[in-house]
Every structure is written in structure tokens, then in C-alpha cells.
């Protein structure tokens, strides 16, 4: 068997990959997977398409300047985004930014900000699932 300097690379990396997971920790989808559970009994497990959509989508209750995610995140989730006051924001897709999602205290405040600002209100468990799923696809 012959290893050439790419399979080394490759097989030396192995180790980092496995330490940086692009996708949220499974103790955070669970934690919103129950509470879903609690609120609609038949919870039908996430969809990354309803997140696409709540991501996606213009909302009326949240504030003027920030109807929909795009607005400050962009409609490319793998490129930056922007905030209103010309801030850069990283790329929400979770393959663009694979330690972005490994802190829940940090995914529950800026859920909590941002569902604010787009929604009018605090998102529900699964919709916070559903976005999760569609980053974590992206």
C-alpha cells in the first residue's frame, strides 16, 4: 500500500476535523427538540425547510428595518452578512462558520435578539430547531 503526502495530510487532519463541528451540539437540538415535544405532542422532528422559509421570509411584527434574517444575514447564508449600522457578520451557514453554533447560552441570546427584532417576539422551540437545521445544511 502506498500513502502519498495528500492521504498524510488528509489522515494528519482527521484529528482537527474532529474537534471543529460545523453543526450545533446535539444537547442544544435536543434541548429544543423536547421543548417542541412539549408544546405540539406530534412534534414531526425539524425541517430545514421551514427554517429556509422563517429565514427567508418578511415578518410584519418585528421592527421596520429588519422584516426578515436576510435583511442583516443576507440571502446567501454561506457569505457575510451586515448589520444596519455596516457591521460585518459572519456567515451563518454552519459550514462557513463551523464553531458558530457550539456555545447555547450565545445561540439563546442572539435567538432571543434576533427573533425580537424580526418577529416581534421570541421564536418557539422548533422554529429555532428548524433554522438550526437549515444552517447546519448550509
Known sequence: MTV?????GFLCALPLAATV???????LIERYAAAARAETPRFPGFSAARGETLHRTEHAGGKPDTPACTS?????????GKTRTG??????AASAS???????????K????NCNEVLG??????EKGDWLAYMAGQ
Do not use: L, N
Request: glycine share 6%; proline share 17%; hydrophobic share 25%.
Open 4 to 8: 502519498t503526502p495528500y492521504a498524510i
Open 21 to 27: 463541528s460545523a453543526a450545533p451540539p446535539t444537547s
Open 72 to 80: 442583516c444575514h443576507g440571502k446567501d447564508a454561506q457569505g457575510p
Open 87 to 92: 457591521k460585518a457578520i459572519e456567515p451563518m
Open 98 to 108: 463551523p464553531g458558530r453554533y457550539q456555545d447555547p447560552a450565545k445561540v439563546e
Open 110 to 113: 442572539w435567538f432571543k435578539r
Open 121 to 126: 417576539r421570541e421564536c418557539t422551540p422548533r
